[in-house]
Nanobody, 119 residues
Framework: QVQLVESGGGLVQTGGSLSVSCAAS????????MAWFRQAPGKVREFVAT????????FYADSVKGRFNISRDIDKNTVYLKMGGLKPEDTAVYYC????????????WGQGTQVTVSS
């Protein structure tokens, strides 16, 4: 099992920046990918960004490409999402997720952290 705890988030004005982080614990050696997803009110959860835990290769949703940056600190077992150029449509609960090296999808999820962008 891998436990994920998000922190950060909050309220920011349009055009501002905000960072969220996710600390992993438990069987972290089994983690292959970590990712951020988000869910806005009344909408389905959507993919935001993912990073290969060992190689550091990242991939982004088109909606955030060029504005968001995902990174990880292996020593701290933490993944970060730095968000810039925020828009009201970025308002959502942001969830951290982890995929182990034996799974085909993200099987571990954090509790989520709220990000609100005011217009």
């Amino acid at each position: 099992q891998v436990q994920l705890v998000e922190s950060g988030g909050g309220l920011v004005q349009t055009g501002g920046s905000l960072s969220v982080s996710c600390a992993a614990s438990g069987r972290t050696l089994s983690v292959r990918y970590m990712a951020w997803f988000r869910q806005a009110p009344g909408k389905v959860r959507e993919f935001v960004a993912t990073i290969n835990w060992n190689g550091g290769h990242a991939f982004y949703a088109d909606s955030v490409k060029g504005r968001f940056n995902i990174s990880r600190d292996i020593d701290k077992n933490t993944v970060y999402l730095k968000m810039g150029g925020l828009k009201p449509e970025d308002t959502a609960v942001y969830y951290c997720a982890a995929q182990s090296n034996t799974a085909n999808g993200y099987e571990f999820w954090g509790q989520g952290t709220q990000v609100t962008v005011s217009s």
